[in-house]
C-alpha cells in the first residue's frame, strides 16, 4: 500500500463526506486507503458514512472521544501504506495534489513530512499552513499583534511567497503527507494534546529526528474551518491554550530559566483568561 489517508470524524457528517469524495472523485498512480476514526460521535454520522461509502472507507468507531490526537492514532497503529496522510474532514482536496506531493516524496527521501498551500472558503492564505516553530520571542509577537520586520520573529513566514516549494519548520494538522519510515522513528501523535498542538509537535520531533518538512505551495486544499469572530466554545480556548503550555513545556522549558518559565506560564493563563472573557460578549452563529 502505498498511501493511507487518516481522517478524524466528529458528528460531521456533510463535511466528512465531502473530504473523502473530494479523493475517491480522482484516479491516482498509486495505491491508497482511507481510514476513518469516529470520535465517539453521539449523532448518527457514522452510521450515515458507513452506508454512504459500504467499503470504500475503512471505519474504526472510538469507544469515547480523547482527543483528536489519540483519534489519529488509532488509524495509525493499523495503516499500510508508506505515506501517511493526516487530513481534516472539513477540507476538500484539489486534483493533483496528492498525486504531485507523493511524486515529491518519492523523488525527496530525506523528506520526513509535506503539507500544501491551504487555501480558507474565501480564498485566503490559512497562515497555519506554513510557519516557524514557535519560540517566546515569535509567539509575543504573535499573540499581542505586533508587527515586525525581523525574519526571525515572523511565525507564520509570510515574507515567503504561497506558491513555491521550500522548506519550513511546521505544518497545519490539517494536512500533513508523512513518511510512514519518519513516523516510525519519531513516534505517533501525543495524546497529551487534545486537539491542537499535536501538529506542531509531530512536526518538531520529525525535524529533530533528521527529516526535512516542506511547504508545497504548487498544490492546495480547501479548508473550511470556522472564522475567528465567531462565537467559540471556552473549552476550544481552554484547549488552545492549554497546547501552548504542553509544548512549551515540553521543548523549551528546561533551555529557559525559572524567571523565564515562571512569565511564560503566566502569559499563557492570562491570555486563556482574557479570551474566555471576550468569548463572553462575541454573537452566537
Known sequence: ?????????????????NTINSILKYDYPFSYEILVVDNASSDDSLSK???YFKDKVKFIASAENNGFAAGNNQALA????????????DTIVWEN????????????????ACGCRVLLENGELDKACKRSFPNVKNSFFRLFHISTNSKD????????????IYEIDCLTGAFMFI?????????????????????????????????KIIYYGESKITHLKGASSKKQKSKLIYEFHRAMY??????????SSFIVNIVVYIGIAF???????????KKKD
Open 1 to 17: 500500500m502505498d498511501l493511507s489517508v487518516v481522517i478524524v470524524n466528529y458528528q460531521t457528517f456533510e463535511l466528512t463526506k
Open 49 to 51: 458514512l458507513k452506508n
Open 78 to 89: 493499523i495503516a499500510k501504506g508508506r505515506y501517511i496522510l493526516l487530513l481534516n474532514s
Open 97 to 112: 495534489t496528492l498525486e504531485n506531493i507523493y511524486n515529491y516524496m518519492e523523488k525527496h527521501t530525506d523528506v520526513g
Open 153 to 164: 520573529n515572523n511565525y507564520n513566514l509570510d515574507n515567503l511567497p504561497d506558491d513555491k
Open 179 to 211: 513518511k510512514s519510515e519518519a513516523l516510525n522513528k519519531t513516534g505517533f501523535l501525543d495524546e497529551t494534546f487534545f486537539m491542537y498542538g499535536e501538529d506542531i509537535d509531530l512536526c518538531y520531533r520529525i525535524k529533530k529526528s533528521g527529516w
Open 246 to 255: 504542553i509544548y512549551y513545556k515540553k521543548h523549551h522549558s528546561k533551555e
Open 271 to 281: 491570555l486563556c483568561l482574557l479570551k474566555l472573557f471576550l468569548n463572553i460578549f
